[in-house]
């Protein structure tokens, strides 16, 4: 199974709006230099954080088309958009990312939270299992929009 990189979005602290960066340094046991979670600075540092997120683009599109709900330009509140691969099938793995590697670590249901900082029906749109997931950083290094997604184990 081997998906590729979209888009990747990151934010210095919770509920700011998440920006569109072109290159990402998955840092060795944080998270996403520059990202909210890494810098402690996140809604949900120290209790139930994530080090990085990801989302699938399919689930972007089918909350769009079943919803009417655009979370095109992070609305999601997710880090990386993938294309390609099936998120969930990703539990128990390890996977290169760019030059990371990164390892399965918990589905990433939605909460209330993001729907007061977004819009209404958010928190039901990302529920249904398209919410994205949570990975932990195994080796740090580079990720950029198109690197592969290669699953190692």
């Known amino acids: 199974m081997e998906g590729v990189v979209e888009e990747i979005y990151i934010t210095d602290r919770g509920s700011a709006p998440m920006n569109r960066v072109h290159e990402v340094k998955a840092v060795t046991g944080g998270g996403l230099e520059g990202d909210r979670y890494h810098l402690g600075t996140g809604y949900w540092a120290g209790y139930d ?19 009417g709900i655009s979370i095109t330009n992070g609305e ?13 099938d990703l539990a128990g793995s390890r996977f290169r990312v760019g ?5 399965y670590d918990q589905p990433r249901p939605p909460c209330r939270y993001i729907q007061s900082i977004t819009e209404p029906g958010m928190t039901k749109a990302l529920g249904r299992n ?14 950029k929009p198109g690197d592969p997604i290669t699953v190692l184990n």
């Open 49 to 67: 954080q994530c080090a990085v997120t990801m989302i699938s683009l399919e689930d972007i599109e089918e909350i769009a088309a079943t919803t």
């Open 76 to 88: 999601h509140r997710r880090n990386i958009i993938t294309k390609g691969v099936s998120l969930l």
């Open 99 to 103: 030059e990371a590697i990164l390892e």
């Open 130 to 143: 398209r919410g994205g997931i949570c990975v932990r950083v195994i080796e740090g290094g580079a990720i």
